[in-house]
Structures are given as structure tokens and as C-alpha cells.
């Protein structure tokens, strides 16, 4: 364990990564191990300066439609874990998936967001078809995929249909980490390997880690913040790790919202032009936890657009939220929240923004 920093000092490497927007490995280490709510509030600060400085007070919404809930892998934290015999498994049709996103557009989503876990029937056929109508119905719509690991074939192939973004999360930077957290099957390596492929093809790529994850450590953090300054995605979403009951990490500890929100603040100042969401699981683990993004740094929300009837059958973790402002029919709910704490709910794709200088 780090020594924890003097705040002064604290508080001078958060200045110097608002005008740097980098640092050396060990001193993000420092910088996570003395997190405290004095250096927190003073990195909020400074991040809502950032994000103001390219995005203004704008918030993008994102429409989440959960496309299917059959997964491959066994990863160790997740609900969805194949060896889960307790879940209840779905699949929507392409023409519920394209009804979601009919419901979406008139409600103001300007964005779709097709997540699912690691599934075989979700084809390049398949797939290639879902995009393709969609953005033949909603042409000034973006389409963001979060389909997990696929060959760099496949990802050609869903670019080519018109999908604009991908989400993976890289979930640690830290390879040992990585082993502690997934099934011998799964390499941090083939996920690296993912998103400099997304990358190479076009996409605007999203990572992102849990926090407080199992045996995650001041050290494994500042390599997830190291990484993020080096790859440079278009989007990190980041949230509280929250345990599932039926996965080996049933009985671990849920991660902090508290902490979740100063590496918002964090990952603001490496990167102002970041697309960075307040997370359903740390709206789940904090009921403020959509404000408490946004005074942090965030910047955008993924409200939930799949159907109702399946929407507790996602099951990531326990108790997750999706009613309400994770609701897409709460959308005016989440309009007014926001704009209670000075932000406002856009219109918009909302594409990654960068500096003329960058």
C-alpha cells in the first residue's frame, strides 16, 4: 500500500493533470490511495470545469436496449455467467429490438445502445441485419454495440452495416488482476487485443472498469487510469462492482460510490472530451448516484429501453435499478433531476468531442 499523500500535494497533482492530462504511474497510485472527501470535492471541481470547457452543461442520454441474456463465459463476478442455472435466459427479436428503438426516437433518444452477453445465435447475419434496419429507420441516429469479444472479421462486418460504436469493457488493466476476476478461457491479452481492433476498424471504441472489484488494489486503479490516458478511448464507463448472488463473489463487498465518483473526476482531467457515464450500477448502489456523476464529471446517462418484461431478467449483479430516471419512460423524471443541479438533457447522438489541438 502507497503512502498516502500530503492533500496539498494531492491537490497539485490534480492541477497538474487538468493542464497535463497525464502523470506517472505511481503518482496515480498516490493519488487513489489517498482519496479522501477534502481531495475528491477538489477534483470534482476541477472536472466540471474540464467537461464544461467541451461538452457545456449538455447531458447525453443513451437508449439501453439489453438484447439478450445467454452468455458463453463464465466470468466470476457476473450474473450472467453460463454456469448460472438460476437465470432466466431471453432473447428479443429483431422486430422487438427495432420496435425498442421506435419507442426510443419518439421519446428523444438519439442514440441506441445493443447490449447483450457472449451469445452464438447473435450472428454477423443477424446482427449485420439489427443495424442496418435501424439505421434505415433512424438514419440520424448512432448505433453503439456492447456485444463482447468477436473476431476482428466480425467487427468489420457490423462497422460495414453502419454501427458507429463499441463498448468492451477491458473490466482491469492489470493482467494478474485480470486472471482473479475471469475463467482460465478468458485472456486480458484477446481483450487488448479487442480494442486496438475496434480501434484500427473506426469505431468510436468505449473500455471501462468496475470499481472495487475483488482483490483491486490502489495499484491495479492507476494501471485502469494509465490505460485509459494511453489508449485514448471515445467512452469509459465505469461503476461500483455490486455482487451477484448466484457467482463466486456473492459474499465480497460491494464497491464505493464515493470512490466511483473521484475517479469520474479523474478520468475527466486525463481526458476532457471523454464521453463518461454516471452508471446504472452506481445509480443502483446511491439513488443520487445520476447527480452525483454529473457534479464529478460525467456526462452521459443509459437510461433503459428494453421491455419492460425483461428488463429484472438482466441480471449483471443484485438488485439492479431500472425503473424510474434508469427508465427510458422516466426520461422526464431524469430531465428534471438534472436540471435541478444546473445540467441539461440533450437531444443529440452526442459524438466523443476532441480540442482542434488534439
Given at each position: ?21 497525464e ?28 467537461r464544461?470547457?467541451?461538452y ?7 437508449g ?37 428503438c ?27 441485419d ?8 433512424h438514419?440520424d441516429?448512432?448505433v453503439?454495440l456492447?456485444?463482447?469479444?468477436r473476431?476482428?472479421?466480425?467487427y468489420?462486418?457490423?462497422f ?14 492489470d ?9 482460465a ?17 473506426g469505431?468510436?471504441v468505449?473500455c ?11 495499484a ?64 443502483t ?9 454529473m ?34 419512460e ?25 480540442r482542434?489541438?488534439e
Amino acid at each position: 500500500m502507497p503512502d498516502t499523500l500530503p492533500l496539498s500535494r494531492g491537490m497539485e497533482l490534480i492541477d497538474r493533470l487538468s493542464v497535463d492530462h497525464e502523470l506517472e504511474l505511481g503518482e496515480y497510485e498516490g493519488l487513489v490511495a489517498s482519496f479522501c472527501p477534502e481531495l475528491a470535492s477538489y477534483a470534482a471541481g476541477r472536472a466540471c470545469e474540464a467537461r464544461r470547457s467541451v461538452y457545456g452543461d449538455d447531458v447525453f442520454i443513451r437508449g439501453l436496449i439489453e438484447i439478450g441474456s445467454y452468455c458463453r463465459n463464465d466470468c466470476l463476478y457476473c450474473g450472467l455467467r453460463r454456469s448460472n442455472r438460476g437465470a432466466e435466459r431471453y432473447r428479443l427479436s429483431r422486430e422487438e429490438i427495432l420496435a425498442c428503438c421506435e419507442e426510443g426516437y419518439r421519446l428523444g433518444f438519439r442514440t441506441f445502445v445493443l447490449q447483450g452477453g457472449e451469445d452464438a445465435a447473435f450472428t454477423d447475419e443477424v446482427v449485420c441485419d439489427i443495424v442496418a434496419s435501424i439505421k434505415e429507420a433512424h438514419p440520424d441516429c448512432a448505433v453503439t454495440l456492447s456485444l463482447g469479444e468477436r473476431s476482428r472479421e466480425s467487427y468489420r462486418a457490423l462497422f460495414d452495416a453502419g454501427a458507429d460504436r463499441y463498448l468492451l469493457r477491458h473490466e482491469t488493466a492489470d493482467r494478474a488482476h485480470y486472471a482473479q476476476l475471469h475463467p482460465a478461457g478468458l485472456s486480458w491479452e484477446r481483450r487488448m487485443a479487442c480494442l486496438r481492433e475496434l480501434s484500427d476498424i473506426g469505431y468510436q471504441v468505449g473500455c471501462g472498469f468496475m470499481v472495487g472489484s475483488p482483490h483491486q488494489t490502489s495499484a491495479t486503479l492507476a494501471r485502469d487510469l494509465k490505460l485509459v490516458e494511453g489508449f485514448r478511448p471515445a467512452m469509459c464507463g465505469i461503476g461500483p462492482f455490486i455482487p451477484h448472488h448466484a457467482t463466486p463473489f456473492a459474499h465480497e463487498p460491494a464497491g464505493s460510490a464515493e470512490l466511483t465518483c473521484y475517479l469520474l473526476s479523474l478520468l475527466r482531467l486525463i481526458d476532457p472530451g471523454l464521453l463518461l457515464p454516471a452508471t446504472t450500477a452506481l445509480g443502483t448502489l446511491d439513488a443520487r448516484g445520476h447527480e452525483r456523476g454529473m457534479l464529478a464529471g460525467a456526462n452521459v446517462v443509459m437510461p433503459n429501453l428494453s421491455p419492460i418484461t425483461v428488463r429484472r431478467k438482466y441480471e449483471l449483479y443484485d438488485n439492479k435499478a431500472c425503473a424510474g430516471s434508469e427508465a427510458a419512460e422516466g426520461l422526464a423524471e431524469l430531465s428534471r433531476r438534472m436540471e435541478a443541479i444546473g445540467y441539461h438533457v440533450v437531444v443529440d447522438r452526442g459524438d466523443v468531442r476532441r480540442r482542434a489541438t488534439e
